[in-house]
C-alpha cells in the first residue's frame, strides 16, 4: 500500500508570495493533519480535517488555511510568507480522528 | 490546554543496553498513545502503539501504559547505534481526539 505523498518535497519562495502544500493520503485514509516542523519547536499542529471538514485548528495565524477534497487529498495555503515559515511541514494520515496516524515525507519551505 | 511532557535528553546509552524514555500527559480523557520514532532530516515513523494499561512488546521494543499515573514509557533491548534518534511521544482522546506530540527524547547508542 503507498505511503502518504506530499509535493513539492522543496521549496524556496520570497518574502510576501504564497505557496500550496499538496498531500495525498493513504489509501482509505479519510483523517488528515498538518504540523509544522522547526528546530527546538517540536510538532506544531496546525489543522485537522476529516471527510472534507476542518476538526481542529491549531495556534496559527490566518495566513495559514487549508482544505480536503473529496478524495481526502488535502492542500495548505500559507499567504504573504514571512521568514519565521521556514520549516519542515508534514502531513499525516489516519482512518479516522484519534487513530494512528502516518506522516508523509513532508515539504521542507524556505523563505528568504 | 493538552499537554504531552518528555525528558529532551539527551539520552545516551551503550550499545546492547536498554533504553527507556518516558512521557507523561496532562489529559485524564487521552485513551490512545503512540511513540514515533524519527531520524535527523526525516518524517516521523510509527513504531508503538498502545491502548491499555500493562505492557506492549514488538520485538525489542515494549510500551508501557499506566493511565493511573498518566504516564507512558517505551523500553528499547540490546539497543543498537541505528536506533540513535528522537522519540516522540503523542497522545490522543478526550472531547477532539486531537493528537498531541511531546517535544522528544533524543537517545545516541554508543557503539
Known amino acids: 500500500k503507498a505511503g502518504v505523498t506530499q509535493t513539492p518535497r522543496y521549496l524556496i519562495k520570497t518574502r510576501g508570495q504564497q505557496v500550496t502544500l499538496s498531500c495525498s493520503p493513504i489509501?482509505?485514509?479519510?483523517?488528515v493533519s498538518w504540523y509544522q516542523q522547526t528546530p527546538g519547536q517540536g510538532l506544531q499542529f496546525l489543522f485537522e480535517?476529516?471527510?472534507?471538514?476542518?476538526?481542529n485548528k491549531g495556534n496559527f495565524p490566518g495566513r495559514f488555511s487549508g482544505r480536503q477534497f473529496s478524495n481526502s487529498r488535502s492542500e495548505m495555503n500559507v499567504s504573504t510568507l514571512e521568514l519565521g515559515d521556514s520549516a519542515l511541514y508534514l502531513c499525516?494520515?489516519?482512518?479516522?480522528?484519534?487513530?494512528?496516524?502516518?506522516f508523509g515525507p513532508g515539504t521542507r519551505l524556505t523563505v528568504t | 490546554q493538552k499537554e504531552v511532557e518528555q525528558n529532551s535528553g539527551p539520552l545516551s546509552v551503550p550499545e546492547g543496553a536498554i533504553a527507556s524514555l518516558n512521557c507523561t500527559y496532562s489529559d485524564r480523557g487521552s485513551q490512545s498513545f503512540f511513540w514515533y520514532r524519527q531520524y535527523s532530516g526525516k518524517s516521523p515513523e510509527l513504531i508503538m502503539s498502545?491502548?491499555?494499561?500493562g505492557d506492549k512488546e514488538d520485538g525489542r521494543f515494549t510500551a508501557q501504559l499506566n493511565k493511573a499515573s498518566q504516564y507512558v514509557s517505551l523500553l528499547i533491548r540490546d539497543s543498537q547505534p541505528s536506533d540513535s534518534a528522537t522519540y516522540l511521544c503523542a497522545a490522543s482522546g478526550g472531547s477532539n481526539y486531537k493528537l498531541t506530540f511531546g517535544k522528544g527524547t533524543l537517545l545516541t547508542v554508543n557503539p
Open positions: 480535517y476529516f471527510s472534507e471538514t476542518q476538526r
Open positions: 489509501s482509505g485514509h479519510r483523517s
Open positions: 498502545i491502548y491499555s494499561n
Open positions: 499525516a494520515s489516519s482512518r479516522r480522528w484519534g487513530d494512528e496516524q502516518y
